[in-house]
C-alpha cells in the first residue's frame, strides 16, 4: 500500500523558517489529495494545509495563513510544506496524510494513508 515519508523537521528559532517534504516510494501521488496534519503534546490532532491532486485547490487552517504554503510537483512525486513566520505554538509532530481523490478536505478522518511524523520544535 502507499507509504509516506516525511522529511525536513527541527528546531528552529522564533521567526524562522522550515520546509517540509512528503514523498512516496513506488505509488504515484499524482492521484491523492495530500493533507498536512500536526499534533502537539496533550493536544487534538488538526489540519494544517493541504491539496487536491491536480494541485488547482488548497486550504490552511487559519492560524497558518499568510505564512505557510502547501505545493506539489507530480513530476518528481513530493508535496512540500514550506513554513515560514513560525511561533512556538507551531511546535508538534507533523504528519502528511494522502486521500484518493481530488478534494483538498482537511478533515483527518478522510485520509487512509499516513507517514510517521516528524517533529518541529520552535524554540529560542
Known amino acids: 500500500h502507499l507509504q509516506l515519508v516525511e522529511s525536513g523537521g527541527g528546531l528552529v528559532q522564533p521567526g524562522g523558517s522550515l520546509t517540509l517534504s512528503c514523498a512516496a516510494s513506488?505509488?504515484?501521488?499524482?492521484?491523492?489529495?495530500i493533507g498536512w496534519f500536526r499534533q502537539a503534546p496533550g493536544k487534538e490532532r488538526e489540519g494544517v494545509s493541504c491539496?487536491?491532486?491536480?494541485?488547482?485547490?488548497?486550504n490552511y487552517a487559519d492560524s497558518v495563513k499568510g505564512r505557510f504554503t502547501i505545493s506539489r510537483d507530480n513530476v518528481k512525486n513530493t508535496v512540500t510544506l514550506q513554513m515560514n513566520s513560525l511561533k512556538p505554538e507551531d511546535t508538534a509532530v507533523y504528519y502528511c496524510?494522502?486521500?484518493?481523490?481530488?478534494?483538498?478536505?482537511?478533515?483527518?478522518?478522510?485520509?487512509?494513508?499516513w507517514g510517521q511524523g516528524t517533529q518541529v520544535t520552535v524554540s529560542s
Open positions: 496524510a494522502a486521500d484518493y481523490s481530488d478534494y483538498a478536505r482537511c478533515r483527518d478522518y478522510e485520509y487512509d494513508y
Open positions: 513506488r505509488f504515484t501521488l499524482a492521484n491523492y489529495a
Open positions: 491539496i487536491s491532486s491536480s494541485g488547482s485547490s488548497t
